[in-house]
């Protein structure tokens, strides 16, 4: 007889016995559970792994827990140690794709199986660095508009580290991400997904693919605006007692979340106090598509707001253009291109948001739906905050609106007079105030958290664009450089590891006369790393960079440049000529000096009319523009007005755009300083 649950009374005997069952399945399922083998994050379906090294394989997994490996019909064997963490070793492997592994948890129970498909054994390269690494091909298809209708490359593959920081000490893992956050996992490059690949990476992929058929899989563990020092471990900052003193501050959580609160409390009063004085977000909103703009005093875009009147410096400006539009016109969606603004803009077409930006160093692309559109006068207006002084929008970048009702797309050009008005004058953002709390950028919590995870992974090499985020701190950066790559190396216990990496871009305006340049100084830090470390190429990006962007989008040429030292280094190419030309000789001869180059293969080239971008200067130091020639792979260089010379420079500025001297391979010659008579110093 069922017990009568319809009167509202419990039946103790029946609680007793639900209690007891869930009570066993609760031991049960937390046996399980902790039994359930775990792969470290890098694992993955599509992944990449070193052909001709051992393969490491790794995770986690109930203590003294026995794993087993399978790889083609073979079993290894393992066991997990105390904490839980176990590895297996697998033999090398020949180059193969559609390969499969498991990994069989050895439990009484069912255990479990993780069973990894579509495996490649090919070339895997770790891609580091900050903001022109992370640059992704999607940003850069406005010039390489062709790679997003590529061929399927299969074997080509990128697996994007997520972004994370830890100052307590090197994790085993990388942070979880989310379950539909499928950047996280291996992606095996096609139209769909090229487009996150980092766009250096997967020039230099795509060029190695091509000429050697094997597969290729980029790590790519890299993060925009970062400093040196977030590369490397505590300990190798030994040589740098600030930085490692503020990294052992770090450890501690209240000191973080006091760091945290400070920055809250004084930008949020700066951006609270921006929002609350704006007389354009007041009761009558200034991005209204009908608001009365008459009196709205005109500038020019693109431009730099030198005077906007009242002693603006930081603030709120507010700009507004009309435009009109055939009944067909406003029929389709559009694309509004605003080139980079300085420094924070929300944009509105007809009174509605369609994109906000927050810094200067991304270019304004924002969809705009055709339901925003309409026949006859329609309206832009951006909202621009200034926190660093001087705002405007930058020269030589696209301003334009592109109406897709058209094939090929009208263009609408949005370089004229715009209305203006200020909103609210403020004072400048301290820039310490706006990275304080921008953890990735502090010394060691990137090496810890996204390098480290990768210690027992084996690599064809490593491909590094870093630079910019020491650029004022020059002095320092060949031995720091130095002692990452010598850590590394150490790390993943491979100590003739290539790496290769890239030479800072030309940026900046150029300058009329020489002048001292810490752009030129950190290029020569490179150079000198190249010259002393071994195993280490160099690829040049002084004739590829923009003087108004920081993040230039020919990365093809980069990539490309890049390849050329894995070939040499990796592949085998001997007699391939992958360095740029160095300075190797120079000396006095009746007031003129001669320069003769190592790495010109089958020669040197002037690019132009006449050779350019040499400065010379006597025992002053003071630098002028130097008349020079090229004369049997040997530049010849004076002024008549320095009878002798003593000191003479090459390509050596923030943006050297005159320089023009090349091998006839097409690689520029490498910028120097050097002080006469000259004999280059090299690690054989």
């Known amino acids: 007889m069922m017990p009568n649950m319809m009167n509202g009374q419990k039946n103790p005997c029946l609680i007793k016995a639900a209690n007891a069952l869930i009570f066993f399945v609760f031991i049960v399922f937390t046996n399980v559970v902790e039994a359930e083998i775990r792969l470290a994050a890098v694992f993955t379906d599509d992944m990449v792994l070193q052909r001709d090294l051992p393969i490491n394989i790794w995770g986690s997994a109930e203590k003294s827990e026995s794993i087993s490996v399978m790889l083609d019909g073979k079993s290894y064997q393992g066991q997990a140690n105390e904490q839980g963490a176990w590895l297996i070793t697998l033999p090398a492997q020949q180059v193969a794709t559609n390969q499969s592994i498991k990994v069989v948890s050895n439990h009484k129970s069912d255990g479990n ?36 209708q590529l061929e399927q490359y299969p074997d080509v593959r990128q697996f994007l580290v997520p972004m994370n920081y830890d100052f307590k000490g090197v994790l085993s893992d990388f942070k979880e991400s989310s379950a539909i956050d499928k950047r996280t996992q291996w992606q095996v490059a096609s139209s769909e997904t090229v487009g996150g690949f980092s766009a250096v990476a997967w020039f230099f992929a795509k060029d190695l693919y091509q000429r050697f058929n094997v597969p290729i899989g980029i790590i790519n563990s890299s993060v925009g605006g970062t400093a040196i020092d977030s590369w490397m471990s505590y300990q190798s900052l030994k040589a740098y007692p600030n930085a490692q003193a503020l990294a052992y501050k770090l450890r501690d959580d209240d000191f973080v979340m006091q760091l945290k609160q400070e920055n809250i409390r004084e930008v949020s009063h700066w951006l609270e106090k921006n929002t609350k004085n704006d007389k354009g ?23 730099a707001w030198e005077d906007l009147g009242g002693g603006f410096n930081s603030g709120v400006v507010w700009l507004r253009k009309d435009f009109h539009l055939t009944k067909q016109e406003s029929e389709a969606d559009a694309q509004l291109l605003l080139g980079n603004i300085i420094e924070a803009d929300k944009t509105y077409i007809n009174g509605i948001e369609v994109g906000r930006t927050p810094h200067r160093y991304l270019s304004r692309d924002y969809y705009v739906n055709k339901k925003l559109l309409k ?22 970048k696209p301003y334009k609106l592109l109406l897709n009702a058209h094939l090929p797309a009208k263009e609408i050009s949005l370089i004229s007079d715009w209305k203006y008005k200020v909103g609210t004058k403020s004072k400048k953002l301290p820039w310490k105030l706006q990275r304080r709390t921008s953890l990735q950028f502090k010394p060691v919590g990137l090496y810890n958290a996204m390098i480290a995870p990768l210690e027992y992974m084996k690599f064809s090499g490593v491909i590094w ?44 305006k150029p300058h009329q006369q020489p002048v001292e340049s810490a752009w030129a100084e950190l290029r020569g830090a490179q150079t000198q790393v190249l010259n002393t470390v071994e195993n280490t190429a160099m690829a040049l990006a002084i004739d590829v ?43 006095l001869r009746e007031g003129q000096v001669i320069i003769d180059f190592s790495d010109i293969n089958q020669g040197l080239i002037c690019k132009g009319e006449q050779l350019r971008g040499f400065a010379i200067a006597g025992h002053d130091k003071k630098f002028v523009w130097a008349t020079s020639r090229l004369e049997n792979n040997q530049a010849i260089v004076w002024h008549d007005s320095i009878k002798t010379p003593k000191y003479v420079r090459y390509a050596w500025a923030n943006n050297p755009d005159k320089a023009n001297l090349y091998s ?5 010659a490498t910028p120097f300083s050097i002080e006469l008579p000259f004999v280059a110093i090299k690690t054989e």
Do not use: C
Not at 380 to 389: H, Y
Not at 563 to 575: D, I, M, P
């Open 375 to 396: 026949t006859g006068t329609n309206n832009i207006t951006i909202r621009v905050e200034v926190n660093k002084g001087q705002g405007g929008t930058i020269i030589d």
């Open 281 to 303: 977000l007041q009761q009558t909103k200034w991005f209204d598509a009908d608001l009365d703009d008459e009196y709205w005093a005109t500038l020019k875009v693109p431009g």
């Open 664 to 668: 006839k391979q097409g690689l520029p």
């Open 465 to 508: 664009y870093q630079g910019e985020g020491n650029v004022n701190q020059y002095q320092s950066y060949t031995d720091q450089f130095t002692t990452m790559i010598n850590l590394w190396r150490e790390l993943f216990k491979q100590p003739e590891l290539p790496f290769l990496f890239v030479q800072l871009a030309n940026f900046l």
């Open 545 to 587: 960079g923009e003087w108004n962007d920081i993040h230039p989008l020919d990365k093809k040429t980069v990539g490309q440049r890049l390849a050329l030292g894995a070939r040499r280094l990796v592949y085998a190419e001997s007699e391939l000529s992958y360095l740029s030309p160095q300075v190797e000789h120079a000396s």
């Open 113 to 148: 199986v993780v069973e990894l498909n579509n495996i490649a054994f090919g070339d895997v390269w770790l891609a580091s660095g900050q903001s022109n690494m992370s640059f992704s091909l999607k940003q850069a298809l406005k010039k390489f508009p062709q790679e997003n």
